[in-house]
């Protein structure tokens, strides 16, 4: 790993990275490039692929009517994978979107088109995180350990999505709300319906966040030719987000009726907040959302954390009942 540049601290900050963020402060600087290739500047990304793992752990356990000390481990599990794997699958869109990248402002310094890590030390990279993650993936149970190989299959595709689709996006959700399937199947030891409604929730969530990211690069997406569902849109962006907000907001409750209704009505109201106190978070988005405001988009999408952190609340509150 020592081909690494060795640049001054902060001439290679990524631009939309969170100001003052441990790795431009704080990391070595030989280890800089590669914290950025993983987003380790940029945590809102983990959090979006972890968030759906603990809706799953949760409802869940409101399911089964069953906690353990092996759920604390699967909680935190899940963090450690959601770390790695989001690392590894940046490190691979990095690799393959290089070319893009460096023709995008927002993009260009990103370590491989500004040349602080080479294609092969990006990929070694990407294989360490994910040999790491896998380890975690092993203390799971059979069902679950499956599913975590299969989700390799969407990360692999999504890359590749914005050159042939106008909604890539799609292809995010199918890969960052993965975490659904396996957290509820590493619990409960096998797939459940209430799992496969979250997933699709969390795909219309990902359509939601991830049209507004988008925004903030229609004018260079347009001039290389990359697809977005921003570009689509354009103007009626608005009228799509209130759509993808509703399909959220529903297959959520719907999936916290699958797995909650036979508990108490106390449990079950508390747990039908979460889907409701979720949706009015992607309301006061859409009320805010300002596609000139470049500043603003990336408030917006990064407030995607607390948004997924209110369902985690309630659940945690419902399963005490």
């Known amino acids: 790993m ?9 001439s290679f900050t990524i631009a939309d990275a969170v100001t003052g963020n441990w790795v431009d402060t704080a990391a070595p600087n030989w280890m800089k490039p590669y914290l950025r290739l993983s987003r380790l ?3 809102i990304g983990t959090w979006l692929l972890l968030l759906p793992c603990w809706w799953a752990l949760g409802l869940a356990m409101l399911w089964s009517g069953e906690a353990s000390w092996f759920d604390a481990w699967i ?9 790695l794997m989001r690392g590894a699958g940046c490190t691979w869109n990095d690799i393959t979107d290089r070319d893009f990248d460096g023709a995008v402002e927002r993009t260009r310094n990103r ?6 890590v080479s294609v092969k030390q990006a990929v070694i990279w990407m294989a360490l995180q994910t040999i790491i993650s896998l380890g975690v993936l092993l203390t799971f149970n059979w069902a679950a350990i499956g599913l975590g190989v299969l989700s390799l299959l969407p990360v692999l595709v999504y890359p590749f999505a914005k050159r042939f689709t106008w909604w890539p996006q799609v292809f995010l959700g ?8 396996l957290a509820w199947t590493a619990h409960s030891g096998s797939l459940g319906w209430p799992a496969i409604t979250l997933y699709a929730t969390g795909i219309a969530w990902t359509l939601f966040y991830d049209t507004i990211y988008a925004h903030q690069d229609t004018e260079d997406d347009a001039l290389i030719g990359i697809k977005s569902t921003a570009r689509l849109f354009g103007n009626s962006t608005p009228q799509w987000l209130l759509y993808f907000l ?6 959520f409750c719907f999936a916290v009726v699958q797995s909650a209704g036979e508990r108490s009505v106390a449990s079950l109201v ?7 106190a979720f ?7 859409l009320r805010k959302y300002n596609p000139e405001d470049q500043a603003g988009l990336i408030t917006l999408f990064r407030s995607n954390r607390d948004a997924g952190l209110l369902p985690v609340l309630f659940f945690a509150i419902a399963i005490l009942l």
């Open 246 to 251: 509703v399909a959220s907001v529903a297959l």
């Open 279 to 285: 949706g009015w978070h992607l309301n006061w988005q």
């Open 41 to 43: 500047d940029r945590p």
């Open 111 to 116: 370590p491989i088109p500004s040349g602080q």
């Open 2 to 10: 020592q081909g690494a540049s060795q640049e001054p601290e902060g």
């Open 270 to 276: 508390v747990a039908l907040a979460a889907p409701w």
């Open 75 to 83: 909680f935190v599990g899940c963090a450690i994978g959601a770390t």
């Open 174 to 181: 199918l890969a960052f709300n993965w975490g659904a399937l």
